[in-house]
């Protein structure tokens, strides 16, 4: 049974940071493209960054600066490293696997909640 659980969420002021994580079982995590998206209130979900079993790092232009993805394939763990929050990246950020090689199946964690607000 496949499983990504995110955590790290949480109430942040703007301009603060949040670490993300999320953890995968079930998989060969090595060989799994990872990415991040994130559902805003209204909005269709987006990709925000994503990361390929071999370490190429992509991001949507406007967290490109602000956003850090890495994967640790020791711990079958991808990370986002968050910084200079505004209230727009107030979303549930959901953590994605797909292997490198097959576009399907795409597994989903829960989504872990974060809220920019002062």
């Known amino acids: 049974q496949v499983q990504l659980v995110e955590s790290g969420g949480g109430l942040v002021q703007p301009g603060g940071s949040l670490r993300l994580s999320c953890a995968a079982s079930?998989?060969?995590?090595?060989?799994?493209?990872m990415a991040w998206h994130r559902q805003a209130p209204g909005n269709e979900r987006e990709l925000v960054a994503a990361i390929t079993s071999g370490d190429k790092t992509n991001y949507t232009d406007s967290v490109k600066g602000r956003f850090t993805i890495s994967r640790d394939n020791a711990k079958n763990t991808v990370h986002l490293q968050i910084n200079s929050l505004t209230p727009a990246d107030t979303a549930v950020y959901y953590c994605?696997?797909?292997?490198?090689?097959?576009?399907?199946?795409?597994?989903w964690g829960q989504g872990t909640q974060v809220t920019v607000s002062s």
């Open positions: 994605n696997a797909r292997h490198e090689r097959f576009s399907a199946p795409q597994y």
């Open positions: 079930g998989i060969l995590f090595s060989v799994y493209d």
